[in-house]
């Protein structure tokens, strides 16, 4: 039965808008549901598989890529996303073997541009590709790229020569000198030909760093079909994932690298990834090293490196667990402690770094502070045995679990809790024993679930519990002074209690005392943050934020703990927000620094990489409201170069050079843009896009040349005369009497039926 146009159209519709607002999820869903109407629809298929890469779904993505290219098998460009994503997750053969094809595919669509580009991926992964040096090779030669063409025949030169085909060997040199006979490099490999020697092996490109990096972290403890990883093998893998993936990011030369640098170039000054080229360089080849040293068990050179990436200026949370936790294999426990300390927040490490530390605490005979940790582990894992409205109920029930531990003096208790979390925690099917142990635990009263720390700790601290329902019962009927003498009576047995201090909070709030409410927010989210519990310090300040939404403080804080978190997306959100208020309070300047911060945060962190131009369409509204043209034109060409196609950067380019009095700089931009439409067969954007201009700019000399000659193009030449012959009038009536000529000329190429009317014109002109 076909699908019903009517909600596949709905669907479609619903998924772009919330991929425009970085609504991954919704896309994702609403793609899915347009699916549902027409399964093999290539355009749903392209966006679906977007917006699960945004979301890090990297193999179903792949999965979905694979598909369109099978539906669409004369289409490059899922094949090319077919190559990139198999770079993503280190399969490099398919990687290879689709770059290959996706160039060819590009090369038939007359795209040389992006067939070199597809080749050049498949040279950068392996050196010793013949079929990409040969077609690179070819295609250079064509465009009279000499130099280039060159070195890809001396390359296939070499191949060719450990192969054992001689006779092949000289003819590919005899190529390469016959198009540059002077050329160095090629009379040295005619030289070691000659006299029996090897010629030197084809280079990899720098972007092949990152690939290979990729595949050898994907053959680190791989897993048995039957077992899994405990959580600390989990996040050493993950950390050593995002470090071969930010080594991808850096050592990338494709395009999109291009614009990555053109990004630093604008958030110049503002620190984070926009390091120093020497300083870029030395991480990238010392997160290579490292990588490579772990893969061949080489632990203490790998922490070296790691250590050398860190001291050249790159921090990231993933270094600093993996260098953890190598120092703390080293036994090396100070140093495995201090950089411990900071993945703590982050949730991909959280679990694993409080089991570290936990661990180192028993090594230094401090049970109480390691029951903490691993106390504080526990809660990390209970919460992924809960639905996921329920864990913040379980997790505060720990809160008096924890309090009543660091209460206790009993050296051997304090001992057993370490021991049973540990047994229970470090084994790879943890996840398994966590649902048993819920399951067997007795049902309690409603739907309230208890924490797993009640069978380890054989603890009861029910009266908290019990004080914090009759607080809520209280409230919910409109009680709030009872609610809160309530609670000041329960503070008297928990005073450290946070839950307890954040419910005062919610009272105060329900009271309409907002400043105070706001202070007892802030106390309890900074006690949170330091403990490293940055989920209820987010959702504090998130509070407070909602009480006050002019707290710029308040937004501050809550940024960095969603930075912490590794929460990247809903971080580029807040600033977005806080750019908006500045703005509305016409604080220009700040309302840029803001946007510059942000997009500094989107290079260094997972966050989505469409937010660039989003951030960027902000920062040039900013640059035009302070008439500061210079930088509006700086970021303009950066947003050029990410979208291409986007009508209303290219017209603000052009805009603005006109303006600048940069008139060739304004021919180039507009040439550039009508050229680009033109291969992409889209001349009625064209004609649009230059009518357009000419409303704001009407008888402008470039414009109106520019549309006629588009007309003319797609064969409406009548329509093209009429602007010209207007033109021409116009400027012999304003005295311009060589661009008159040139306009009549450009009538003449027309070949319109009264063409010789306008070669008589033309011939008076020239000799009055």
Known sequence: MPGREDIFQKAMNDGHSAAWDQEWDNAAAAYRQALQEFPDHPKALNSLGLALYQLGNVEEALQIYLNVAKLSPDDPVPMEKVAQLSERIGDLRMAVDAALRAGDLFLKQRDTEKALENWVRVTNLNPENAIAHSRLAQVHEKLGHAQQAVREYLAIASIIQRAGNSDKTKEMIEKALSILPNDLEARQAQTLFKTGQLLPKPLRGKGGTGPIRMAQVKQLQKPKASSGLDPIAEARQKALTQLAELLFEFSDDSPTAQERKGLSAIMKGTGGLSLQQSEQTKVIMHLGLAIDAQTKGNETQAAEEFESALEAGFKHPSLYFALGLLRFKGDKMESAQKFLQNSIKHSDYALATRLLLGQILVSKLRYSEAGLEYLEALKLSDAAT????????????????????????????????????????????????????????????????????????????????????????????????????????????????????????????????????????????????????????????????????????????????????????????????????????????????????????????????????????????????????????????????????????????????????????????????????????????????????????????????????????????????????????????????????????????????????????????QNS
């Open 386 to 765: 809960v639905p996921a409205e329920k864990i913040d109920e379980v997790s505060q029930q720990y809160e008096p679990l924890i309090e009543a531990h660091e209460n206790q003096q009993d050296e051997s208790i304090l001992r057993k809790v370490c021991e049973n979390i540990h047994n229970l925690l470090i084994r790879p099917d943890w996840r398994e024993q966590l649902h048993k142990m819920r399951d067997q635990m007795p049902k309690q009263e409603g739907d309230m679930l208890a924490p797993l720390a009640d069978v380890i700790l054989q603890a009861q601290s029910s009266s908290v519990l019990e004080s914090m329902n009759r607080i809520n019962q209280l409230a919910r009927i409109g009680h709030l002074r009872s609610a809160m003498d309530e609670a000041y009576y329960a503070m008297q047995y928990a005073p450290t209690y946070l839950p307890l201090h954040m419910l005062m909070g919610d009272l105060l709030a329900q009271e309409n005392r907002e400043a105070d409410a706001i202070t007892k927010y802030s106390t309890v989210a900074h006690a949170y943050s330091v403990r490293g519990e940055v989920v209820q310090a987010t959702k504090l300040f998130r509070r407070i934020i909602q009480l006050s939404p002019m707290d710029m403080v308040a937004r501050n804080r809550l940024i960095d703990q969603l930075i912490a978190r590794g929460q990247v997306d809903d971080a580029i959100r807040e600033y977005l927000e806080l750019a908006a208020i500045y703005s509305r309070l016409a604080e220009l300047d700040m309302a840029r620094k803001t946007y510059t911060t942000a997009l500094r945060v989107v290079q260094q962190g997972n966050a989505s990489h469409d937010w660039n131009v989003h951030i960027l369409q902000r920062m040039a509204d900013i640059d035009l409201q302070r008439l500061d043209w210079k930088q509006a034109l700086r970021v303009y060409e950066q947003l050029r170069t990410i979208t291409p196609d986007d009508d209303l950067t290219r017209r603000q380019l052009v805009e603005l050079n006109l303006r600048m009095a940069q008139n060739d700089k304004a021919t180039k931009e507009l040439e550039n843009y009508i050229n680009y439409l033109e291969n992409q067969n889209k001349n009625e954007i064209a004609i649009v896009f230059l009518e357009d201009m000419l409303k704001d700019h009407p008888g402008h000399l470039l414009l109106s040349r520019t549309l006629a000659a588009q007309l003319h193009h797609t064969g409406r030449t009548d329509e093209a005369i009429v602007i010209l012959d207007h033109l021409g009038e116009s400027l012999m009536q304003s005295g311009s009497k060589q661009s008159a000529l040139e306009v009549i000329n450009q009538i003449v190429l027309m070949n319109p039926p009264n063409a010789e009317e306008y070669r008589k014109l033309l011939f008076q002109m």
